[in-house]
């Protein structure tokens, strides 16, 4: 049966493996064990993972900026998929930025990944017409 649940410091290595087969990204700003030490320093509890009898199979990082909430790294374990546990990872995360009185939630899709639109989508979240933009900070 598969489990929400915080993220405990022995999930690490399974965390960074979900996380480093599902976006192969080299960006300096995008390390995996860099992410989960900064948001343990911030809102651990904001951190979840997916637990299947033991085996982590999936994750979300949500924050929240007092304005929005953010979901981010959002991850099914590939042979996991299907069964509802991206659903219910963002449902857990929603339910949790709520609690902290987020109102609105938002979440960046990256190019080339527009498949992921009609997933957020069944869970009621809507394109909207906005212009993205970043800056590196150092
Ligand atoms: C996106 C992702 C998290 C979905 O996880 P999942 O556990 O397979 O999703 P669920 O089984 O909970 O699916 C929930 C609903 O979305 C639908 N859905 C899931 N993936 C979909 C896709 N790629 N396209 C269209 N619909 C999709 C399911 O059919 C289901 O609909 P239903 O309620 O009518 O049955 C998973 O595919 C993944 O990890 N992808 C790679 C990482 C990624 O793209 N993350 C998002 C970054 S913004």
Redesign the pocket.
């Given at each position: 049966m598969v489990t929400l649940r915080r993220y405990q410091s022995d999930d690490r290595p399974a965390v960074i493996e979900l996380w480093s087969d599902?976006?192969s990204d080299p960006a300096s700003h995008n390390v995996p064990s860099e992410d989960i030490d900064r948001k343990l320093a911030d809102s651990p509890d904001l951190l979840l993972v997916a637990d299947d009898e033991g085996v982590v199979v999936?994750t979300v990082l949500a924050g929240f900026d007092g304005h929005r909430g953010w979901?981010n790294r959002?991850?099914?374990d590939a042979a996991?998929?299907?069964?509802?546990?991206?659903?219910?990872?963002v449902r857990e995360a929603e339910a949790r930025l709520s609690a902290r009185g987020c109102h609105k939630v938002n979440?960046?899709?990256?190019e080339g990944?527009a498949?992921?639109v009609?997933?957020?989508e069944?869970?009621g979240y809507r394109v909207e017409p906005r212009i993205m933009m970043g800056k590196l900070l150092g």
């Open positions: 599902t976006w999936g979901i959002l991850a099914v996991h998929r299907g069964q509802g546990i991206g659903r219910a990872l979440l960046q899709i990256r990944e498949c992921v009609a997933f957020y069944s869970l």
